[in-house]
């Protein structure tokens, strides 16, 4: 089955510097890759998804890229902010038979003021 | 997204009894996956159902768990003489269809088994 690695599983960067998170994925038939932002107590949210047939996506200050070649996809969000402190997961999936998500085991980002 | 409901959001229960928890979700969505998050760690996939069908459950262990999605109804997983390592916060998320498609989240039912 997929297997998806993240890091680093923790990230403490000042206000207004970059994050980068970083995955890697092991099947080759994942086609979907989403991040979710997680609050403590809270239900994990969507902030951004790439499918393989697409290189980079950008939404304001949150992009993604994925290496298909390389099994690898990155979440780079910019100017941070201290309400983007919260903990994110990327996760892998594909269609057709188990659609099920495989995440991995999560990044927890702190935004230094 | 709000329209994924779980209820109850927290459900305690004591060794050896039954735990039953509920997923409502997004209205015309057809597409039902079960998660199971522990402390510290990401979620961990166990089942996907569409209405009337298990399309997958290898995430779920084979004894003590079950899922049903009737076609009345929400989605209801169910887990038998619950044990202490069942604590944890279960997930729940639909899709309007199966494919390499976005998954949202209901807030979860936090179980603690005593």
């Given at each position: 089955?997929?297997?998806?690695?993240?890091?680093?599983?923790?990230?403490?960067?000042?206000?207004?510097?970059?994050?980068?998170?970083?995955?890697?994925?092991?099947?080759?038939?994942?086609?979907?890759?989403?991040?979710?932002?997680?609050?403590?107590?809270?239900?994990?949210?969507?902030?951004?998804?790439?499918?393989?047939?697409?290189?980079?996506?950008?939404?304001?200050?949150?992009?993604?890229?994925?290496?298909?070649?390389?099994?690898?996809?990155?979440?780079?969000?910019?100017?941070?902010?201290?309400?983007?402190?919260?903990?994110?997961?990327?996760?892998?999936?594909?269609g057709?038979?188990?659609?099920?998500?495989?995440?991995?085991?999560?990044?927890?980002?702190?935004?230094?003021? | 997204?709000?329209?994924?409901?779980?209820?109850?959001?927290?459900?305690?229960?004591?060794?050896?009894?039954?735990?039953?928890?509920?997923?409502?979700?997004?209205?015309?969505?057809?597409?039902?996956?079960?998660?199971?998050?522990?402390?510290?760690?990401?979620?961990?996939f166990?089942?996907?159902?569409?209405?009337?069908?298990?399309?997958?459950?290898?995430?779920?262990?084979?004894?003590?768990?079950?899922?049903?999605?009737?076609?009345?109804?929400?989605?209801?997983?169910?887990?038998?003489q619950?044990?202490r390592?069942?604590?944890?916060?279960?997930?729940?998320?639909?899709?309007?269809?199966?494919g390499?498609?976005?998954?949202?989240?209901?807030?979860g039912?936090?179980?603690?088994?005593?």
């Amino acid at each position: 089955g997929e297997n998806v690695e993240q890091h680093p599983s923790t990230l403490s960067v000042q206000e207004g510097d970059s994050a980068v998170i970083k995955c890697t994925y092991s099947d080759s038939a994942s086609n979907y890759f989403p991040w979710y932002k997680q609050e403590l107590g809270k239900r994990p949210q969507l902030i951004i998804d790439i499918r393989s047939n697409v290189g980079e996506k950008k939404d304001q200050r949150i992009a993604v890229t994925l290496n298909k070649t390389a099994k690898h996809f990155s979440l780079h969000i910019t100017e941070t902010q201290p309400e983007d402190s919260a903990v994110y997961f990327c996760a892998a999936g594909r269609g057709g038979g188990a659609d099920g998500l495989t995440f991995g085991k999560g990044t927890h980002l702190i935004i230094q003021p | 997204n709000a329209g994924v409901m779980q209820n109850p959001r927290h459900l305690v229960r004591r060794r050896g009894q039954e735990a039953r928890l509920r997923c409502s979700p997004v209205k015309g969505h057809s597409h039902v996956y079960w998660y199971r998050q522990l402390p510290e760690e990401g979620l961990k996939f166990m089942v996907y159902l569409q209405k009337e069908n298990i399309i997958d459950e290898s995430g779920m262990p084979k004894e003590r768990f079950s899922a049903e999605f009737p076609k009345e109804g929400p989605s209801i997983l169910r887990i038998q003489q619950v044990v202490r390592g069942d604590s944890a916060a279960y997930f729940c998320a639909s899709s309007p269809r199966s494919g390499a498609d976005t998954q949202y989240f209901g807030p979860g039912t936090r179980l603690t088994v005593l």
